[in-house]
Each structure stands twice: as structure tokens, then as C-alpha cells.
């Protein structure tokens, strides 16, 4: 086994999940949005969270891709 090498069902060190509970309408419109967009949700919700983060004049890490 190689050290220091993620398997391929582990996440990168220092990545998270987040998880929340919100109204099925919210969740319904920002499926829509990303569809329109062409985008998984994923996406959109990094797209906003690096917005987010940014505008409180934070440094966002970006994902690879």
C-alpha cells in the first residue's frame, strides 16, 4: 500500500462534508437554477459559497477538478 495516497472512496485530507436540512421549495428552485446553468448542483452551491466567502473578504480554496 502506497503512504500518503487517498483510496479511491476517501476524501482528500482536509475536505469536510456539511450537511442541512432545508425547505424542499429552496432546494427545488436551486436544482432549477443549476439546470438552467447546465451545472450539477455542486457546482452552484461552491459557486456560491466561494461568493460568499469572498465577499467577507475571505480566501476561497478552490476544488480540483
Known amino acids: ?3 500518503g495516497l ?3 472512496n ?3 485530507k482536509g475536505k ?3 450537511t442541512f436540512f432545508e425547505w424542499e421549495h429552496n432546494i427545488n ?3 432549477s437554477i443549476a ?3 447546465g451545472i450539477p448542483l455542486t457546482e452552484l452551491l461552491r459557486e ?3 461568493e460568499v466567502t469572498e465577499r467577507y473578504g475571505k480566501k476561497y ?3 480540483d477538478k
Open 10 to 12: 476517501q476524501r482528500k
Open 16 to 18: 469536510k462534508q456539511i
Open 48 to 50: 456560491l459559497t466561494e
Open 61 to 63: 480554496k478552490k476544488h
Open 6 to 8: 487517498a483510496m479511491p
Open 1 to 3: 500500500m502506497l503512504s
Open 35 to 37: 439546470r438552467q446553468r
Open 29 to 31: 428552485k436551486l436544482k
